[in-house]
């Protein structure tokens, strides 16, 4: 059930994107733009979709807002991959964008991306003047130099700090660099549906730190191919991790009280936020 009603939202959000993305044309920056945002699990623009029936906000404006975060978050990848960062040669199971084309193309796919994100907002189709400005103020704070760019360059310099980042510094450079991207659309939801984004944003938190233990889990003990990325990169760089400062079996434990915590604080929704709680489950439990 829980898993049909994921890959409905995946097709959906495919055939939205293949849509809005009509208007561009065949060269390389609009091939990347496509290119970047195929596959993928979705999760963001997911919740967007989910928060927004939960509220009563309207499924079309909540599609524009789904697509919106799909090209932040494929933004931050493909930047996230270059050379000069993380340098990755393999995302998703397929080249990365620098190495199918270049590392021009990569940045300027990253930047096109980033534009088109915030004109989908703005479009008329995404609400009132009112929902639109609150959604593109909110986006740009998830993403930018007070989030998702900062718990970046957090993570950078931490590369050559001195000493190895202490708990409390990696679960706040998380919550900027991941977690910021993960809240947003749940604000997004509730901006849409007119709510109290208060529960919802609970919920996001808890989400969003259990995501990223359980992704520096997987780092450990996943499969390489089945992620479709290069594995174990943290330990090899000596980084610190939620797995280094609290081991496996500790890593695993916390990030199932999150997800109990998650699941806890959509309460007030009742069993109308089911899917949510079992996408919290899914969070975990994933082997990509
Ligand atoms: C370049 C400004 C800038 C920011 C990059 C989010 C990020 C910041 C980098 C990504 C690095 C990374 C792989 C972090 C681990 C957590 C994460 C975001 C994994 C990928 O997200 P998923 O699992 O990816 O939701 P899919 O492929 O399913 O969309």
Not at 88 to 100: C, E, F, Q, S, Y
Request: hydrophobic fraction near 45%; proline fraction near 3%.
């Amino acid at each position: 059930m829980f898993e049909q009603q994921l890959k409905d939202a995946q097709d959906a959000i495919a055939r939205a994107l293949a849509d809005r993305m009509a208007v561009l044309g065949s060269d390389r920056v609009a091939e990347g733009m496509r290119y970047t945002t195929t596959g993928g699990k979705r999760l963001r623009g997911f919740l967007v979709l989910e928060t927004a029936r939960l509220t009563g906000g309207d499924a079309g404006a909540a599609m524009q807002a789904a697509c919106a975060v799909e090209c932040i978050h494929a933004y931050s990848l493909v930047h996230d991959d270059l050379p000069c960062m993380d340098d990755d040669d393999l995302r998703r199971g397929l080249p990365t964008v620098h190495r199918k084309w270049d590392e021009a193309t990569a940045v300027l796919v990253g930047d096109a991306l980033q534009s088109f994100a915030f004109e989908l907002l703005a479009d008329p189709a995404t609400g009132d003047a009112d929902q639109r400005a609150e959604l593109v103020l909110t986006l740009a704070r998830a993403s930018g130099p007070q989030g998702m760019v900062l718990g970046q360059a957090q993570d950078i310099a931490a590369e050559t700090a001195d000493a190895p980042l202490t708990l409390d510094q990696i679960t706040e450079l998380q919550a900027n660099k991941t977690g910021a991207l993960l809240e947003w659309p749940v604000v997004a939801g509730a901006i849409l549906g007119r709510a109290d984004p208060a529960p919802l944003r609970r919920y996001a938190r808890s989400l969003g730190l259990a995501f990223q233990i359980a992704d520096d889990i997987l780092d450990v003990e996943g499969d390489a191919e089945k992620a479709g990325k290069a594995l174990r990169k943290d330990a090899e760089a000596g980084k610190a991790t939620f797995v280094s400062l609290l081991g496996l079996e500790g890593a695993k434990a916390r990030a199932a009280s999150l997800i109990d915590e998650a699941i806890g604080a959509v309460e007030p929704y009742g069993i109308e936020a089911q899917t949510l709680r079992e996408l919290a489950r899914f969070v975990i439990a994933r082997d990509q």
